[in-house]
Structures are given as structure tokens and as C-alpha cells.
């Protein structure tokens, strides 16, 4: 039969033992509260990283819509080309997969030559950018690409395994550039002597048949008033 003493011991026994379990469960619970919290506050960064990514990835997108360009990737393993478009309204991806001899069959005639030595050349290492304008045959219609290139990838004798670039449609720079260069040959070639004039009547530009009239080298003439550039011994010239 257990004495008085016994029993204030057992029930001081069992005291400290429900002390040290209830102390057990509060650090228990204190650890899972940081825990959680820590898992919350990480899941909120995920969050905003991925969200910061998809903003970045989608004004990436919109640049490239906004510029006509598409971004493609060629692996050597399978010799695939693989170009990624993207539409302005839902930032899908219009992906197209070939081999790259089918993507070069497209190009002009005329061109063919200067891209391929181009590819070959930063193939092998010879350039450290692929960078080649060329004219392609795209709905129809022949567009003028602009396309730039890396190498992302080496074998150890320097051959590259992969390249990574962007294709631009600048058939509307072309056009513009043909237009501004069928211009300046007319204005160039008219025989009516022509000039061009800065806001303060100073010469920029003038024509042959201009530079004839008041005896005179194109270069002489410019960024002065063309009025004092007349000869007053052929004023009668120039006033024809």
C-alpha cells in the first residue's frame, strides 16, 4: 500500500512529465506557426517572381509583335529550326518546326548563297553573330528578312551545336529605302536645277543641273545662303 509521501511523489512525477509534454506541444506549435509562415511568405514570392516573369515575358512578346519579328531556335543534334510568332491579343506562342534546308528553299534565289556562307561562318566560328538580310518567300509574296544569331552552344573543336536569334520583317524599311533612293536619283538627274533648303534658306542638298548653273562643286554650295551663292555674272542663268 503506497505511503502519503509515495503518492505526492508519483502525483509530482506525473506533473512534471504533463509540464514537459504541454512545453513539447507549444514549441511544437510555435515551430509549425514559423514553418507555415515561412511557407506562406515563400509561396507569395513564387507568386510575384512568376508573375514579374510573365510580365517580362509578355512585353517581350508585344516587342517582338510590335517589330514583326519572331524569335527561332536551330538545334544540330536534329538539324531543326523551330520559330516562335506571337499574337498582340493572347500572347500565344504560333510555333513552327522544319528542317532547315526546307527554310532556306524559300529564300531568293539571289540570296541563297550570301545566307548560307553567313550560317556556315558562325557555324564554324569564324563570326561571333549570324547576321544576314534576304529576301523570303511568305504568303505569296516575296518579304525581306533582317536575321540575327548566336551560338548558345560549342562542341570542343568550336562547332556550334545550337543557335538562338530573332527573324524581323523589314520589307516596309526596304520599300522606304528604295523609294528614298529612286528619289534622290531623279533629283539628282532632272536637268531643272534643284536645291534643298534648311529653315534659315542655308543649302543642304542641291543637284547637278543646281551646282552647273552657278559653276560650282555641290560641296561648296552647302550650308551657305543660296542667294549669295549666285554668281552675279551669271545672275541671268540663274534667274532662267
Known amino acids: 500500500m503506497a505511503t502519503h509521501g509515495e503518492d505526492e511523489g508519483l502525483v509530482g512525477s506525473l506533473q512534471r512529465q504533463l509540464q514537459r509534454e504541454r512545453a513539447a506541444r507549444l514549441e511544437s506549435e510555435r515551430l509549425l506557426e514559423r514553418k507555415s509562415r515561412e511557407l506562406f511568405?515563400?509561396?507569395d514570392r513564387l507568386q510575384a517572381a512568376l508573375?514579374?516573369?510573365q510580365a517580362r515575358e509578355r512585353r517581350m512578346q508585344l516587342a517582338l509583335w510590335s517589330n514583326n519579328a519572331e524569335i527561332w531556335e536551330w538545334q544540330g543534334e536534329t538539324d531543326l529550326f523551330e520559330s516562335r510568332a506571337f499574337m498582340v491579343r493572347d500572347g500565344?506562342?504560333?510555333i513552327?518546326?522544319?528542317p532547315l534546308v526546307d527554310r532556306r528553299s524559300r529564300i531568293h534565289e539571289h540570296d541563297r548563297m550570301a545566307?548560307?556562307?553567313a550560317w556556315h561562318d558562325h557555324m564554324f566560328g569564324v563570326t561571333e553573330h549570324y547576321e544576314v538580310e534576304y529576301r523570303n518567300w511568305t504568303g505569296g509574296e516575296w518579304r525581306w528578312l533582317a536575321e540575327r544569331g548566336r551560338a548558345v552552344q560549342r562542341d570542343p573543336r568550336g562547332?556550334?551545336?545550337?543557335?538562338v536569334g530573332t527573324a524581323?520583317?523589314?520589307t516596309t524599311v526596304k520599300t522606304q529605302q528604295r523609294d528614298l533612293s529612286l528619289l534622290a536619283r531623279a533629283f539628282d538627274d532632272t536637268s531643272d536645277g534643284m536645291c534643298v533648303l534648311d529653315p534659315d534658306g542655308r543649302i543642304v542638298d542641291s543637284n547637278r543641273a543646281f551646282s552647273g548653273l552657278g559653276g560650282r562643286s555641290r560641296e561648296s554650295l552647302l550650308g551657305g545662303e543660296w542667294l549669295a551663292q549666285i554668281d552675279k555674272a551669271n545672275f541671268s542663268?540663274?534667274?532662267d
Open 159 to 163: 562547332m556550334a551545336l545550337a543557335i
Open 237 to 239: 542663268a540663274w534667274a
Open 51 to 53: 508573375a514579374s516573369a
Open 115 to 117: 545566307v548560307v556562307r
Open 41 to 43: 511568405d515563400g509561396l
Open 92 to 94: 500565344e506562342a504560333v
Open 96 to 98: 513552327s518546326r522544319e
Open 168 to 170: 524581323t520583317d523589314v
